[in-house]
T-cell receptor, first 112, second 114 residues
């Protein structure tokens, strides 16, 4: 049982490049979400999904796209990376109504 | 919108002593969850303890306990018999009862002094 997995662990991009951060969970959780963590600001919600085919915006969605074609996967896309997107990104999942969210190990992204 | 405030950016405690981390929150809801997450240098987010707002009894997990004051909207974490492995960032988080979205505080960095 791998829990929540994220790839890659580290990534360096140049301004304007695009990339996809991968997230997968094997716990059959309905809810999945993406957060970014910046120094002194805690974790902020980017996008979330309550099931396959359903996504919605969180607190800081600009510059990011998501889709949820399967229960297991919830990729986060950066279409045109900007230095302001330098951050640590966490994916999380939970079974709706059960309270606890399980987090992946995070991806450290640097945009030059 | 709900907000979570952690007013102590950094705390330190002697090994084997007790330390309390503070958290306040703002909400108009009556049913919600509160959490404390630990983030060690490995970066992994680890759930330490959770509290359901409808429960009057404070949650306890081994050396970790909370002081939940619903009327004051306060949710502090007490760590007893502090150990070197407790050194980490600690985040307080809030979630509405009917909503999975978490709102985090800005964190408290806890240092354990040997």
């Amino acid at each position: 049982n791998a829990g929540v997995t994220q790839t890659p662990k580290f990534q360096v991009l140049k301004t304007g490049q695009s990339m996809t951060l991968q997230c997968a969970q094997d716990m059959n959780h309905e809810y999945m979400s993406w957060y970014r963590q910046d120094p002194g600001m805690g974790l902020r919600l980017i996008h979330y999904s309550v099931g396959a085919g359903i996504t919605d915006q969180g607190e800081v969605p600009n510059g990011y796209n998501v889709s949820r074609s399967t229960t297991e996967d919830f990729p986060l896309r950066l279409l045109s990376a900007a230095p302001s997107q330098t951050s640590v990104y966490f994916c999380a999942s939970s079974s709706v109504g059960m309270g606890e969210q399980f987090f992946g190990p995070g991806t450290r992204l640097t945009v030059l | 919108a709900q907000t979570v405030t952690q007013s102590q950016p950094e705390m330190s405690v002697q090994e084997a002593e007790t330390v309390t981390l503070s958290c306040t929150y703002d909400t108009s809801e009556s049913d919600y969850y509160l959490f404390w997450y630990k983030q060690p240098p490995s970066r992994q987010m680890i759930l330490v303890i959770r509290q359901e707002a409808y429960k009057q009894q404070n949650a306890t997990e081994n050396r970790f306990s909370v002081n939940f004051q619903k009327a004051a909207k306060s949710f502090s974490l007490k760590i007893s018999d502090s150990q070197l492995g407790d050194a980490a960032m600690y985040f307080c988080a809030y979630r509405d009862f009917g909503n999975e979205k978490l709102t985090f505080g800005t964190g408290t960095r806890l240092t354990i002094i040997p």
